[in-house]
């Protein structure tokens, strides 16, 4: 089994969250932005694919640097 920790991410629930808030969160990210639902979504087919050959037992942290 492979973990997937995952950061910040850009979804409703922190679109709720006071814009200001939000971009002072993002600043303290070392790659200085949320991360895309996208970019987790093509990992994990990634993971779960024909093409994951090898990849196992791993915690992947998807967090922009955190």
Do not use: C, D, W
């Not at 629930?13 to 996208?38: C, D, F, Q, W, Y």
């Amino acid at each position: 089994y492979n973990v997937v920790r995952i950061g910040v991410i850009k979804t409703k629930m922190h679109n709720k969250i006071n814009k200001k808030n939000l971009l002072k969160r993002a600043s303290l990210i070392p790659i200085k932005r949320v991360g895309e639902p996208k970019e987790i979504s093509n990992f994990i087919n990634f993971l779960i694919s024909e093409n994951n050959t090898y990849l196992s037992s791993q915690i992947i942290n998807f967090s922009g640097g955190e």
